[in-house]
């Protein structure tokens, strides 16, 4: 009988901590300065529910940097169901992750200032040593050019990353993460041409998987 009351309340407080994240990414994007109580009354509760799961706002914008690592590890999930090829591999990551940047690129402009440039750096830690191993990959199958070493590349590809994670932030960018993935590839050597095509075949293979249960 207990459990049966508990789960409800869980439920409740995830609901409520999902509702504040969602909030707080919509107030911090309209408003840089936006207080605590806005966040609360943006997400439709009261301002103790805020502070029962962000006790303050430091502790809230660090909710959001977590919420963006959580979303990155989500996506490098997907690799091992990825396909046999690395440059298809890295257009269909590429398009997957492209979401979360848009989603959290409020990070880029006023938590960057607050957190720190490293901490922003920090979200694409996890995603370092499976897209070197992809690299090396490519590079060994010829697909990839050879003209810098993998960890290099990937380097580069990061900071190409928020680059575009930024532009998408002031509009210039308003795509669904073809630019991205094009770039990436780019990046990597694929000639242009062919990196239009396999990101074209990127989109093919995401459109025809089966649906998320409950998406």
Same mark, same amino acid.
């Given at each position: 009988?207990?459990?049966?009351?508990?789960?409800?309340?869980?439920?409740?407080?995830?609901?409520?901590?999902?509702?504040?994240?969602?909030?707080?990414?919509?107030?911090?994007?309209?408003?840089?300065?936006?207080?605590?109580?806005?966040?609360?009354?943006?997400?439709?509760?009261?301002?103790?529910?805020?502070?029962?799961?962000?006790?303050?706002?430091?502790?809230?914008?660090?909710?959001?940097?977590?919420?963006?690592?959580?979303?990155?590890?989500?996506?490098?999930?997907?690799?091992?169901?990825?396909?046999?090829?690395?440059?298809?591999?890295?257009?269909?990551?590429?398009?997957?992750?492209?979401?979360?940047? $848009? *989603?959290? %690129?409020? @990070? !880029?402009?006023? &938590? +960057? =200032?607050?957190?720190?440039? $490293? *901490?922003? %750096?920090? @979200? !694409?830690?996890? &995603? +370092? =040593?499976?897209?070197?191993?992809?690299?090396? %990959?490519?590079?060994?199958?010829?697909?990839?050019?050879?003209?810098?070493?993998?960890?290099?590349?990937?380097?580069?590809?990061?900071?190409?990353?928020?680059?575009?994670?930024?532009?998408?932030?002031?509009?210039?960018?308003?795509?669904?993460?073809?630019?991205?993935?094009?770039?990436?590839?780019?990046?990597?050597?694929?000639?242009?041409?062919?990196?239009?095509?396999?990101?074209?075949?990127?989109?093919?293979?995401?459109?025809?998987?089966?649906?998320?249960?409950?998406?």
């Amino acid at each position: 009988m207990g459990n049966e009351s508990v789960r409800p309340r869980r439920r409740q407080a995830r609901a409520n901590r999902s509702r504040i994240i969602e909030a707080a990414i919509s107030e911090f994007a309209r408003n840089p300065d936006a207080s605590m109580d806005d966040v609360a009354r943006a997400a439709g509760v009261v301002r103790r529910t805020v502070y029962g799961h962000f006790p303050s706002r430091d502790a809230l914008i660090e909710g959001l940097v977590d919420e963006a690592s959580s979303a990155l590890l989500a996506v490098l999930d997907e690799l091992p169901t990825m396909p046999d090829r690395p440059d298809l591999t890295t257009a269909v990551m590429a398009l997957l992750s492209w979401p979360i940047g $848009d *989603r959290f %690129r409020v @990070l !880029l402009t006023f &938590a +960057r =200032a607050e957190i720190g440039e $490293d *901490r922003i %750096r920090d @979200l !694409l830690v996890p &995603a +370092r =040593a499976p897209s070197i191993a992809l690299v090396e %990959r490519g590079q060994a199958d010829g697909v990839f050019s050879t003209y810098l070493p993998a960890s290099v590349l990937v380097a580069m590809t990061e900071a190409v990353t928020l680059a575009l994670f930024e532009e998408a932030n002031h509009g210039t960018i308003a795509d669904d993460g073809d630019s991205f993935a094009l770039a990436s590839l780019v990046l990597l050597g694929v000639e242009a041409g062919r990196a239009a095509d396999v990101v074209a075949e990127a989109w093919d293979l995401l459109r025809a998987r089966p649906a998320t249960p409950g998406a």
